[in-house]
């Protein structure tokens, strides 16, 4: 019953997302270090601190604060921050799209380029292609993130300049916010030569945040394809005389597809983890950056709110996932 | 002898042989240490820094102007403890987690697998520097936060074998024999769900490497002077222009071993377990 | 994450640069500043603020009743056109400048500064409950009531006479704002300020960037550049990148390293000033191995400052002798600072008994700071002095708050901090830091030294009005504090400012903030 099966779940993210808002907020007391003492840095007087300290509610006993805290989200309102008072809600929004363009273009050329050298490989297994492209798979997935992005910016864009170095948009051309994606603004705002500037600012950091998903699921089409290839219907429909093409894109793919969707439902949780170092680098004004940010200065409201942000986009893939699952695969009921 | 079958296997796979090559590699470096290391790395020389590769430094000097081939030396033990240790500690609780969730399942199974979830709702990294930060940053906290992150993975795994295996007639079997639980679990269930758990953890080396450079280039890893490569190459990124050897070396050395976890853990997959695929 | 509180001294040293040019070039009207920092703001409204990244985008868009000179340390007038201070030194009487008008139109009067200075001090005042007012203490505490006489004239009354409200009111916590402004975005005036600056606030992209325009109807001479935009750049090897790819004109806070390769860049300029900065490490002379002054001198021999700042600070720094820089009057630079010499630390430590056998900690901070670049590595290299005459350190991090509430509590054996001198006043420094008045915890003197002849010489000095005189009970005071060494003072750092040559009248206070309505660029 798939209304029973929908309503099972979203009971239990309920149910997760209350475990994780009492989880980061005692986690969150628990890191040593006051916000307010942060804030004020070392030439505050005890007076201004005890103050601040008030003021930001710090004083109250944790059982009281989880309480108005929890009072607060169950109306949807995630507090305001604590740096600067402004409501926690906004500030995400504001940079929720930002990571979400870069997200989205990274799991893009994540899947075309990933899938595709995955097919090619397999159709011709031990090929030059395929040693060339699984031995760049494993050199994508045995070196750190951000060494890769700081390598490419100063390849590609200081010492050889062909790509913008950082940022979202050429300075100045920054069309008006209306989605906050910059290349559906840019398109909305009329401007070609926008987009394709905007599209350019966003290759490199799109390209070192996709490059482990991008090995990760080369890696497994291939071997999910080479498995698919042998079975007894890619033979027969080879013996029925189809055009090569035709087999291992209708056929095999299709079938070899199963678990790449898994995989891909797990790489975009992977893909909110590498945002946080590739938003630093980049200086892209995400929401990787701002939780990390927030969590250094202590900012309790903003990274409670992010993480709830995150753990709901997760639960969301998930659930997406489950569905492409079902889709693609007939044998696969689901069932509450 | 049929238990030698899967060595012989992996020795015929070229990429783990490679990858057998490397870690034993990086090993020999990390027990013969000191005797390897031209120089103290610890000893500063502050006029010499950020010299290039030269006879006296083959890898150069990095800002203090300590020698890098003594610190990438002493570096390997730290590297290599950091891959066992965060594995071992998400390896046992996780394992343990997935074996009594699978095989006891109702609400054990949910409270245990919901608990995991929350664990998952946190991005791997986020959640790493959430422990770092708790524990304040040092180098055994960097491997427990690290190991923290992947428990629930190891659930999970061994849950799902756990399950495959309990519908299978020989379980049911010893149960109906009487074996006790723990007799059950430790001798039967646990040895058919391992090899998925032998490829994970191997590749989770590398990646515990990896995730322990992470949170050295966001501040959060191993402390100063400690000689660990993450910490030395997010160090080096600052000289990338003027001495870009005090990054290189470093990096190099991370990629290799990073490298050979993960050739290894490609070979052991196809010789252990050619189904498993979907990580 | 760079946050840098910073307390705006008065600037004696030469402030305005001209850079590169011939004279003889005209200054262009007309182009975009884009400006390469560390981190966002965190708010505009600067009442509120307390990092740098706020201050240097707020001061270009609000003013003050009184600014601090470009070359001296005079307060000079702003919005203020002239003040008087009553006989009894507490009514401070300030005519306001006529005809000028906020960024909204609204018209600046008696009554703005009224609702400006109020919000911050007052609970009833309706705007009270908009802000955090976090540096009060620094700022309009001593004020306990403010008066509107007419509409351009306003008068402060404090409690007791208070001679350095006038500096006070000159620093950025101070601003006026538009009430307007105020009573229409209520919580939200920090994203959205409105002063009487010569350029106002455009738009705001968090944690990317914010741009300001020039302001067409400024009260003062207009500024040449169209607009500024202030970029966020957390990572400091792309923002060398940027400032080399010409993708900003200004990279601020670039490590020692990084500065030696813009000056060699020929596109690209540096300008430096002295800061009036000191950073130093501070022994714990509670605790029993740092209570015998030799122990403490001893180890005083056994650090080469010399070679931190050729090494760490790439030069941008003079090594310290005193608590304070020598660009502070009352500098004693007959003080013979302890030389470098190891085989006498370790014979001082023997005679004096040291333990070598247990390891001493050594608390690094966790944050760069103009006195203290790179910390860590300072550390590193203090450690393995230490280590060269048989003293173990272990290097202690903790992150910055717990830093500094720990090492305020006493909780180290020896500390790496610094100090900004807010007025540039060797009071606040030696009594400030150095006192026993200081030394209880929550301790500004972290070296926790009590000694009362240094202390009594403070105090006997706040209280003398005549600065010859003071400066005889300061020079005293050194002799002491270098006789008892509760410091090891290590450096007072340079201030820079890395730019592109393109630019032209780039200013620098020795703090590193200025309002730029004067810089220029070329085409």
Redesign the interface.
Known sequence: MPLGYFGKRLL?LA???L??SL?VFL?LR???GDPARLLLGEFASAEDLARLRAQMGLERPLPVQYGLYLGRLLQGDLGRSLRNGAPVASEIGQRLTATAELAVAAMLIATVLGIAAGVVSAVRPYSLFDTAAMLLA??G???????LG?MLM?LLAVRFPVLPLMGRIGMGNEPEALTGLMLVDTLLAGGLEAFLEALEHLVLPAFTLATVPMAIIAR?TR??MLEVLQQDYVRTARAKGLEESVVVLRHALRNALL?IV??LG?NL??L??????TETIFSWPGL?RY??DS?MARDYAAVQGC?LV??VI??VINLVVDFAYAALDPRIRIHG | MAEWEPVAGLLRSKSATLGLALIAFVLGVALLGPALAPHDP???A??E??AGPSAAHPFGTD???RDILSRVIYGARISILIGLISVSISLFPGTLLGLVAGYFGRRLDSAIM??M??L???????LA??IT??L??SLPNTMIAVGIVYIPHYARIVRSSVLALKEQLFVQAIAHLGGGHGRILFRHVLPNALPPIIVYATLGM?TAV?QA??LG???LGA???QPEW?VM??EG??????APHV?AFP?AA??VL??GF??LG?GLRDVLDPTL??M | MRRIPIIVMAAFLVCVSFSGGSAAETPRTGGTLVWGRGGDSVTLDLAQATDGESIKAGIQVLENLVIFGKDSMHVEPQLAESWSVSADGLTWTFKLRKGVKFHDGYPFNARAVYDSFARVLFKEHPYHGYGQWKYVSLSLAPVKDIRVIDDYTIALVTEKPYAPLLNNLALWLCPIVSPRAMAEYKDKIGMHPVGTGPFKFKSWVKDDQIVLERNPDYWGEKARVDRIVLKSIPE??AR?MALQSGTVDIADDL?P??I??VKKNPKLAVIERPSINVGYLAFNTQKPRFQDPRVRIALSHAIDKE??I???FAGLAIPAKNPFPPSIWGYNDKIVPYEYNPQKARKLLEEAKFDFDSEIELWAM?VSRAYMPEP??T???I??YF?AVGVKAK?V???WGAYLSKTQNGEHDLCMLGWLGGNADPDNFLYGLLSADTAKPPAANVAFWKNAEFTELCLKAQKTFNQAERTQLYLKAQEIFHAEAPWIPIAHSTIVRSYSKKLHEVPLRPNGLNSFPMVWKEK
């Not at chain 2, 998952?120 to 986020?126: N, S």
């Not at chain 2, 990124?237 to 003027?242: K, N, T």
């Open positions: 239990h149910f997760v997302l475990g994780v989880i986690m628990m890191i040593p494993l050199l997935v045995s070196m750190p993130v951000f060494w700081l100063y497994i071997s999910s678990p898994t995989v797990l949780g992977l909110l983890s590498g945002a946080v170092l990787g939780v990390v969590l993480i995150f753990a997760m639960a | 610890f000893r500063t502050p006029l820094r950020l800002s203090l102007g919901r608990a979830d929350m998952l709702a946190f991005p791997a990294i986020l520097i959430f930060a708790i304040g940053p590398g990896l450079a992470a280039f966001l501040g402390q100063p002077p993450g190459l997010s990124r600052q000289y990338l222009q003027i990054a990096g991370i990629f990073v490298l993960n050739l490609d695929r979907s | 400091p090897s060398l490590d390293d990084s030696a390769l070679t931190i050729r090494s760490i966790p860590v590595k550390a590193e290299l450690q393995s280590a290097i991090r903790h992150e």
